[in-house]
């Protein structure tokens, strides 16, 4: 068992499924010759050829709409979109088409299209390419969210993505991309979307992240008595987990890069509100971006939730 980045791990997932079923392929702006712009789909052209390696015009609606296509006739297409700013032009197609294929055709067709695309700050990078607006589609009924938190779980989502009937959006954390390596089995493994998984046991409070932001909140929990959890699906997400945790430590911190207002931590929060308030000790707290647009990288690292910040509002919520 070799220990890889993110990329790797991406990597070996679309090599290994595109060898086992050939209606699986891969497309997007420059996924061919050039390997994907951070070289994900590297390798994909020479092994498997232009027609399931397919190099798109530089069209995120035209990628989206072809790909749903090809989903509702039987294939099983890869689509990746450059940076998760330049999806908002393919909003149409996703949310009118893709997500409602399953349920407009009365289950004669399913959409079983995976929508791969960095998110979020961290590589010094313009507005649009360091978006984290995941709420968007975590909010959309027939979509599902997957947001990897390290190479293990990147591999694992993605070859459940790819083999779920329904539309996925796969978010891939940016910063991640190379910052760690973890031992990644050679052989396929799944990890099913909808479930969260333990990153710590803890007793005294609850800590729910995903993406980059369960490295920060693993740091920030040294010292305390802290249950970590790394949500991994957002649409599903892991209610009973989390329900779970709380009902057991009595307090809860949730961590997101997105800015504060209508973030999917408000959805985790409001749910711990009505189904847990018998249990808390304190308010749920939430540690997020600001309201703004995402500022120029000399202001970046002040704009995401740092180490300092998220320890500052577990003790907040420790004082309760």
């Known amino acids: 068992m070799a220990a890889v980045n993110m990329v790797k791990a991406l990597n070996m997932a679309?090599?290994?499924?595109?060898?086992?079923?050939?209606?699986?392929?891969?497309?997007?702006?420059?996924?061919?010759?050039?390997?994907?712009?951070?070289?994900?789909?590297?390798?994909?052209?020479?092994?498997?050829?232009?027609?399931?390696?397919?190099?798109?015009?530089?069209?995120?609606?035209?990628?989206?709409?072809?790909?749903?296509?090809?989903?509702?006739?039987?294939?099983?297409?890869?689509?990746?979109?450059?940076?998760?700013?330049?999806?908002?032009?393919?909003?149409?197609?996703?949310?009118?088409?893709?997500?409602?294929?399953?349920?407009?055709?009365?289950?004669?067709?399913?959409?079983?299209?995976?929508?791969?695309?960095?998110?979020?700050?961290?590589?010094?990078?313009?507005?649009?390419?360091?978006?984290?607006?995941?709420?968007?589609?975590?909010?959309?009924?027939?979509?599902?969210?997957?947001?990897?938190?390290?190479?293990?779980?990147?591999?694992?989502?993605?070859?459940?993505?790819?083999?779920?009937?329904?539309?996925?959006?796969?978010?891939?954390?940016?910063?991640?991309?190379?910052?760690?390596?973890?031992?990644?089995?050679?052989?396929?493994?799944?990890?099913?979307?909808?479930?969260?998984?333990k990153a710590r046991e803890g007793k005294a409070i609850t800590l729910v992240a995903w993406g980059s932001m369960l490295q920060r909140t693993m740091k920030a929990a040294d010292g305390f008595d802290a249950d970590v959890i790394d949500l991994m699906s957002l649409s599903p997400w892991d209610a009973e987990m989390v329900l779970g945790s709380v009902r057991k430590t009595g307090r809860a911190v949730i961590v997101q890069e997105a800015p504060k207002t209508c973030g999917f931590a408000s959805e985790i929060a409001a749910t711990i509100a009505e189904d847990a308030i018998a249990y808390l000790r304190g308010p749920v707290l939430r540690v997020a971006a600001y309201d703004v647009v995402l500022p120029f990288s000399k202001l970046e690292d002040y704009y995401m939730p740092g180490i300092e910040r998220i320890k500052n509002k577990i003790e907040e919520a420790m004082r309760y």
Not at 73 to 98: K, S, T, W
Not at 109 to 116: A, D, E, K, Q
């Open 14 to 197: 679309l090599h290994q499924e595109m060898e086992k079923d050939p209606s699986v392929v891969v497309m997007g702006e420059d996924v061919g010759v050039d390997g994907g712009v951070f070289r994900v789909t590297e390798g994909l052209l020479e092994k498997f050829g232009a027609e399931r390696t397919i190099d798109t015009p530089l069209s995120e609606t035209g990628i989206i709409g072809a790909a749903i296509g090809m989903a509702a006739y039987g294939l099983l297409p890869v689509a990746e979109i450059q940076f998760m700013g330049f999806i908002y032009g393919a909003f149409d197609q996703i949310a009118n088409h893709a997500s409602r294929l399953r349920s407009r055709s009365r289950g004669r067709f399913t959409c079983p299209l995976v929508i791969r695309t960095p998110y979020g700050a961290g590589i010094k990078a313009l507005e649009i390419h360091s978006e984290s607006t995941e709420a968007f589609f975590a909010h959309i009924p027939g979509l599902k969210v997957a947001v990897p938190s390290g190479p293990y779980t990147a591999k694992g989502l993605l070859r459940s993505a790819i083999h779920d009937p329904d539309p996925v959006i796969f978010l891939e954390p940016t910063r991640l991309y190379r910052m760690i390596r973890e031992e990644v089995p050679e052989e396929q493994y799944a990890i099913p979307l909808g479930r969260a998984r």
